[in-house]
């Protein structure tokens, strides 16, 4: 599977948030900030996970 960006990931969550809303028109701006902080959340808790698990240990 390739690697998406941190652009596209936000993009695919904002489009997901506004079809589960019923497609609501002139909202663009309010999906993408609330994508936005949603995957900035999942990318933290990913490496906090990695720190804890020992894979990002450069020792």
Not at 3 to 12: G, K
Not at 20 to 46: K, N, P, T, V
Request: some cysteine; hydrophobic content about 35%.
């Amino acid at each position: 599977m390739k690697s998406q960006t941190l652009e596209e990931r936000i993009r695919i969550k904002a489009y997901e948030l506004w079809l589960e809303d019923g497609s609501i028109e002139g909202c663009a701006d309010e999906y993408w900030h609330l994508a936005r902080q949603m995957i900035e959340a999942e990318l933290s808790a990913e490496r906090a996970e990695t720190l804890r698990s020992g894979e990002g240990d450069v020792s």
